[in-house]
Protein backbone atom coordinates (compact mmCIF):
# COMPACT_ATOMS: atom_id res chain seq x y z
CA UNK A 1 0.00 0.00 0.00
CA UNK A 2 1.64 3.19 -0.38
CA UNK A 3 0.09 7.03 -1.26
CA UNK A 4 0.75 10.54 -2.82
CA UNK A 5 0.91 13.62 -0.27
CA UNK A 6 0.88 16.54 -1.04
CA UNK A 7 3.34 18.67 1.66
CA UNK A 8 4.82 22.48 0.84
CA UNK A 9 4.34 22.52 -2.69
CA UNK A 10 5.82 19.06 -2.82
CA UNK A 11 4.09 15.82 -4.03
CA UNK A 12 5.78 12.97 -2.19
CA UNK A 13 5.07 8.92 -2.01
CA UNK A 14 5.03 7.41 1.31
CA UNK A 15 4.75 3.91 2.51
CA UNK A 16 4.14 3.02 5.84
CA UNK A 17 7.79 2.65 7.32
CA UNK A 18 9.14 4.67 5.17
CA UNK A 19 11.01 8.24 6.15
CA UNK A 20 10.83 11.59 4.20
CA UNK A 21 12.26 14.67 4.74
CA UNK A 22 9.70 17.42 4.06
CA UNK A 23 10.11 21.99 4.74
CA UNK A 24 10.52 22.41 8.54
CA UNK A 25 7.41 21.34 10.01
CA UNK A 26 6.33 23.45 13.13
CA UNK A 27 6.19 20.49 15.76
CA UNK A 28 7.99 19.19 18.42
CA UNK A 29 10.23 15.93 17.87
CA UNK A 30 8.10 12.61 18.51
CA UNK A 31 4.76 14.15 18.12
CA UNK A 32 2.00 12.77 15.78
CA UNK A 33 1.92 14.63 12.28
CA UNK A 34 -1.54 14.07 9.63
CA UNK A 35 -0.90 14.88 5.78
CA UNK A 36 -4.79 15.17 4.76
CA UNK A 37 -4.37 16.38 1.48
CA UNK A 38 -3.62 12.80 -0.49
CA UNK A 39 -4.12 13.22 -4.12
CA UNK A 40 -3.57 8.64 -4.77
CA UNK A 41 -3.98 5.95 -2.77
CA UNK A 42 -2.99 2.43 -4.15
CA UNK A 43 -5.27 -0.47 -2.18
CA UNK A 44 -3.66 -3.34 -0.50
CA UNK A 45 -5.87 -5.31 -3.04
CA UNK A 46 -4.25 -3.28 -6.23
CA UNK A 47 -7.15 -0.91 -6.94
CA UNK A 48 -5.99 2.56 -6.80
CA UNK A 49 -8.04 5.59 -5.75
CA UNK A 50 -7.17 9.12 -7.88
CA UNK A 51 -8.56 12.02 -5.85
CA UNK A 52 -9.94 15.56 -7.67
CA UNK A 53 -7.81 16.85 -6.49
CA UNK A 54 -7.54 14.63 -3.02
CA UNK A 55 -8.90 11.24 -1.63
CA UNK A 56 -12.22 12.29 0.63
CA UNK A 57 -11.26 10.41 3.70
CA UNK A 58 -8.43 9.62 3.58
CA UNK A 59 -4.97 10.81 5.41
CA UNK A 60 -1.36 9.63 5.88
CA UNK A 61 -0.17 9.55 9.85
CA UNK A 62 3.66 9.90 10.59
CA UNK A 63 5.93 11.20 13.79
CA UNK A 64 8.68 13.17 13.55
CA UNK A 65 11.70 11.91 14.06
CA UNK A 66 14.43 15.15 13.66
CA UNK A 67 14.71 18.28 12.40
CA UNK A 68 17.86 19.17 10.66
CA UNK A 69 19.69 21.62 7.88
CA UNK A 70 19.76 20.04 4.62
CA UNK A 71 23.19 20.56 2.29
CA UNK A 72 24.48 23.71 1.37
CA UNK A 73 23.47 25.13 -1.65
CA UNK A 74 26.10 27.22 -3.71
CA UNK A 75 24.56 30.37 -5.97
CA UNK A 76 27.34 32.04 -7.86
CA UNK A 77 26.42 34.81 -10.17
CA UNK A 78 28.53 36.89 -12.73
CA UNK A 79 28.62 39.12 -15.80
CA UNK A 80 30.67 39.02 -18.15
CA UNK A 81 33.14 41.83 -19.11
CA UNK A 82 31.69 43.77 -16.18
CA UNK A 83 34.29 41.83 -13.35
CA UNK A 84 30.97 41.27 -11.12
CA UNK A 85 31.30 38.18 -9.41
CA UNK A 86 29.21 37.34 -6.41
CA UNK A 87 28.51 34.11 -4.21
CA UNK A 88 25.51 33.24 -1.72
CA UNK A 89 24.39 30.24 -0.28
CA UNK A 90 21.73 28.55 2.11
CA UNK A 91 20.80 25.43 3.56
CA UNK A 92 16.91 24.23 3.54
CA UNK A 93 15.50 23.54 6.95
CA UNK A 94 14.11 20.14 6.88
CA UNK A 95 11.85 17.37 8.69
CA UNK A 96 12.20 13.94 8.87
CA UNK A 97 8.96 12.00 9.32
CA UNK A 98 8.61 8.19 9.98
CA UNK A 99 5.21 7.41 7.91
CA UNK A 100 2.97 4.77 10.47
CA UNK A 101 -0.44 4.82 8.87
CA UNK A 102 -2.06 5.02 5.47
CA UNK A 103 -5.83 5.28 6.21
CA UNK A 104 -8.99 5.34 3.97
CA UNK A 105 -12.06 6.24 5.28
CA UNK A 106 -14.20 6.80 2.78
CA UNK A 107 -14.80 4.59 -0.55
Do not use: C, N, W, Y
Amino acid sequence: MFAIIQTSGHQVRVEPGQHIDVARLGVETGADVTFDQVLFVSRDDGSLVAGSPVVPGARVVGVVDTHFRGPKIRVFRRKRRKGMRRTRGHRTDLTRVRITEISEDAD
